[in-house]
């Protein structure tokens, strides 16, 4: 998997930044998960959680 970011908009000098993780086809398949399905997340220690919402 890989984090990515871009700025999304820069307001009084100060650039805002988007981020977004990608995730393999086949985890996405093995879980189910269709294009625009809502996910719920959290973090637990250092840990990002994502789940169906």
């Not at 086949?26 to 169906?52: C, F, H, S, T």
Request: charged share 40%.
């Amino acid at each position: 998997m890989r984090l990515l970011s871009q700025i999304s908009r820069e307001y009084n000098g100060k650039k805002y930044e988007k981020f977004w993780v990608v995730i393999p086809n086949k985890l996405i398949e093995k879980l189910g998960w269709k294009k625009g399905q809502e996910l719920e997340a959290e973090v637990k220690g250092d840990k990002l959680i994502i789940e169906e919402d």
